[in-house]
């Protein structure tokens, strides 16, 4: 019965869906499968046989039903694969596709097969790079310095999936941070607007919650620490933001993270060769362990002390790196008794905790001091004129005080990041912009999309962190489309 009636709907086009028709519109999207060696598996078509239960449910009710199927052909997967069979990636994916299209093909699902698309077909990654233009135009791609995960021994760039308890999963050697320039797409200017449509959708909400983790949003202020460089006196203004301003009394010393632009500039001359040191060594520590509750905490004083705006003490300035720098500021004021890291920090480092937010429920010793940290709410006591208040009136107290003196403001934070979307790999698509030495950064014009992906010989990582394709001048040397000059091509 299936080869006849797979013959039919076949000869009929039946699954063909018309440009024009009377009928209402309906669009039903898979996910694309990456095009892989060992071809679909059941997980594909527990998605694939649902999605064409629903298309052909739609179809019946009488829509006029779009129901694509294509391949996510590009990226490090489909390189990868191609990489251990020693087969150069456009080959191996075109081989891919016809075996798991072969296999998809067995399901006879209502796909319009006519509209199929491949993302690494020039004709389709013309729409990427186009794409990315727009972004560009508008601010949301753009370029930054980032750390990027580092295997010192193959030379290369690593996906945190290729990093294995802290080292690299070819070689395991000890994976280090290095930092490179990096195209970014700027997913945080959407934070808000992600988190409010949230409401809009009707997800489970177990992936709802996923979400709203995953994009980290907190309110509280941001408060700013003038430093003093032991180095020359020279001032430094350092910003922190933090969910709780009602302690700011208990800040008794701040925390900048080893990566952090200041630490150069403020350590006394005595403290550089530890500092230096520690720095080094924190570039080898992988950010999970950093974050770890479990691991001993280390640190170094920079000789360099900061002034606690509410209350004009001088703070110690030390470097720790349970601070990231991509978390926040990157630097933290330290409350060790109403924080369980600092706490933990202050008590081996030997450093003042002061109790500033008073509750009965706290965990205290025989001689009534905090036995650990207390995190939750309550009545501020050491906080000068904000003595009494609840946790709750301190904050926005506090936080006025601070925005009349120019020190501090209401501020929100987000955990989302900016989305590193350049890998200096050779399978994907090319990157659409021109560095001129006369006019700088320009974008490809849309007119001379797409920027074709040359066929190449050596598609393997370079080793250098640079793309291979940067090794192609035919495909790196260009002319300017502003000047007309030589130009090179992006190649990341
Ligand atoms: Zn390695
Ligand atoms: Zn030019």
Redesign the pocket.
């Known amino acids: 019965m299936e080869p006849k009636w797979h013959r039919i709907w076949q000869e009929t086009a039946t699954h063909k869906t018309p440009e024009r028709s009377e009928k209402p519109k309906y669009y039903c999207l898979d996910m694309f499968p990456y095009p892989s060696g060992s071809g679909l598996h059941v997980g594909h078509l527990r998605g694939y046989v649902l999605s064409d239960v629903w298309a052909r449910y739609k179809k019946l009710q009488g829509y006029n039903v779009l129901h694509p199927m294509g391949w996510d052909s590009f990226g490090l997967p489909a390189e990868n694969d191609a990489i251990k069979r020693g087969i150069h990636p456009r080959i191996n994916t075109e081989k891919n596709i016809q075996n798991m299209k072969r296999q998809l093909e067995k399901i006879d699902a209502m796909y319009d097969w006519s509209r199929e698309i491949n993302t690494s077909s020039p004709e389709y990654y013309k729409w990427t790079q186009w794409i990315f233009l727009k972004m560009y135009k508008k601010g949301l791609a753009y370029r930054k310095m980032v750390p990027i995960n580092w295997?010192?021994?193959?030379?290369?760039g690593?996906a945190n999936e290729e990093v294995v308890n802290g080292?690299?999963?070819?070689?395991?050697?000890p994976?280090t941070k290095k930092n490179l320039m990096q195209w970014m797409l700027r997913i945080t200017r959407y934070a808000d607007r992600l988190l409010k449509d949230l409401d809009k959708l009707d997800w489970p909400e177990k992936v709802k919650t996923m979400q709203t983790n995953w994009i980290g949003y907190s309110e509280g202020a941001e408060v700013v620490f003038k430093a003093l460089s032991a180095r020359n006196k020279e001032e430094f203004d350092i910003p922190v933001f933090t969910t709780r301003p009602d302690t700011l009394f208990g800040a008794t010393y701040m925390v900048l993270a080893p990566e952090h632009e200041l630490v150069e500039k403020i350590t006394s001359p005595y403290q550089g060769k530890e500092v230096q040191d520690y720095v080094r060594q924190s570039e080898r520590v992988p950010e999970v362990e950093r974050l770890s509750e479990v691991k001993q905490k280390t640190g170094v004083f920079t000789g360099a002390y900061a002034i606690n705006p509410v209350n004009g003490e001088k703070t110690p300035v030390w470097i720790s790196d349970y601070v990231l720098l991509a978390y926040g500021t990157g630097a933290i004021m330290a409350v060790p008794a109403h924080d369980r890291r600092d706490f933990e920090f202050a008590t081996k480092f030997d450093l003042p905790i002061r109790e500033v937010i008073y509750s009965q429920k706290a965990e205290r010793k025989k001689d009534v001091s905090l036995k650990e940290a207390y995190l939750e709410e309550g009545k501020l006591i050491n906080s000068g004129a904000f003595n009494g208040l609840s946790s709750q009136e301190a904050r926005e107290k506090i936080t006025q005080h601070l925005a009349q003196k120019k020190l501090g403001k209401k501020s929100v934070s987000y955990k989302l990041r900016d989305w590193v979307f350049s890998r200096q790999r050779y399978w994907g698509e090319p990157i659409p912009i021109i560095y001129c030495s006369r006019c700088g950064e320009i974008p490809v014009p849309e007119k001379d999309l797409p920027v074709e992906l040359p066929q190449v010989e050596k598609y393997q990582p370079t080793g250098t962190g640079k793309s291979p394709l940067e090794n192609i001048p035919e495909f790196a040397n260009t002319t300017c489309p502003g000047c007309g000059g030589p130009a090179k091509r992006e190649t990341d």
């Open positions: 295997c010192p021994s193959c030379k290369t690593l080292r690299c999963e070819r070689c395991e050697s994976v």
